[in-house]
């Protein structure tokens, strides 16, 4: 029963860097295949988005990069900390994010790892373009107009 309480039921992670680096056009909620140890290393909030892409192969999606540490009461059967995960998606989302990001050049990245109501990770990815270096800078001036604003009203 300790064993439980340890676990947080509200884990949130977010790729910060990724609304920096890119243009986000449309966001998709998948499923993601995990070990035992893999979800027990999550709910204690060993996850790191910072690295991680998804990609497309033979129909299916994965996604790479995606850092979960060792459960430490996991035995020789505990996970590899940077393997490819499997996401699951519909075909026809699958078929149409393909398509968008052949003709576009568009990148599929995660954006937030989440547990949900019933206690399965969920994982949002972004279809994205990479913003150039002046986009970038424009982010920036935004983001400190709006902090200077949200000073004066104070």
Not at 12 to 41: C, H, M, P, S
Not at 110 to 127: D, V, Y
Request: net charge positive; with cysteine; charged share 40%.
């Amino acid at each position: 029963m300790s064993d439980k309480k340890e676990f947080s039921t509200s884990v949130t992670v977010k790729n910060k860097k990724a609304r920096f680096e890119y243009e986000w056009l449309d966001t998709y909620l998948t499923g993601i295949v995990l070990q035992g140890t893999e979800i027990k290393a999550i709910r204690l909030h060993k996850v790191s988005l910072q690295e991680a892409y998804c990609y497309i192969h033979r129909g299916e999606v994965f996604v790479k990069g995606m850092h979960i540490g060792h459960y430490e009461l996991g035995t020789h059967y505990n996970h590899e900390e940077k393997r490819e995960r499997k996401l699951l998606l519909k075909k026809q989302e699958i078929e149409k994010i393909r398509k968008r990001m052949e003709e576009k050049g568009l990148t599929l990245i995660p954006t937030k790892l989440f547990i949900n109501n019933r206690g399965l990770a969920k994982l949002e990815i972004a279809l994205a373009k990479g913003k150039k270096m002046h986009d970038k800078r424009d982010s920036i001036k935004e983001k400190d107009m709006k902090r200077e604003l949200s000073k004066m009203k104070f």
